[in-house]
């Protein structure tokens, strides 16, 4: 299996810093996938009612009581077990190219950069619809993260 011989320098450091806290994107997303599959959904309905039951003043007719009911009424049991299986396979996928380009594995350098413009695209066709902050914020890492993939690449194979 060929290597990619290391680079040194500050953007080096910022490409294994970026891989470091993917890996612990990559984790939280594999534990938050466990725990949709293995939480009941009605567990997960009544934690829910718990939290909205005592909305300040509003009660039922507060905006977050609103959102969050609504949300839930469309979170049915079949989408609790899509996003873990989602959240499972994302992180276990992460992690796994996050791994081998630590290990400085040759292949793993363009399988990355394939990956993670797939999760930004897959991202970005979410955001469209949700326009979530967040959506843009890991898309942008990743697009800093395929930079940095790239730059270490473009390296002697050893």
């Known amino acids: 299996m060929k290597h990619i011989k290391g680079k040194r320098g500050p953007l080096h450091w910022l490409f294994e810093s970026t891989l470091l806290l993917k890996a612990v994107f990559a984790l939280f997303e594999i534990m938050a996938g466990a725990g949709l599959w293995w939480l009941p959904h009605r567990r997960l309905a009544d934690f829910t009612a718990w939290l909205t039951r005592n909305e300040l003043i509003e009660g039922h007719r ?24 989602y959240l499972l396979g994302h992180g276990a996928i992460k992690l796994v190219i996050v791994a081998l380009l630590m290990r400085r594995v040759a292949f793993a350098y363009p399988l990355g950069i394939a990956v993670f413009a797939g999760f930004i695209a897959m991202q970005m066709h979410r955001w469209t619809h949700t326009q979530a902050p967040a959506l843009l914020a890991l898309s942008a890492l990743d697009a800093v993260v395929i930079g940095l993939t790239w730059r270490e690449w473009r390296g002697k194979t050893g």
């Open 62 to 85: 507060s905006p977050v009581y609103g959102r969050v009911a609504a949300a839930l009424a469309e979170f049915s049991a079949a989408s609790q077990h899509f996003y873990a299986l």
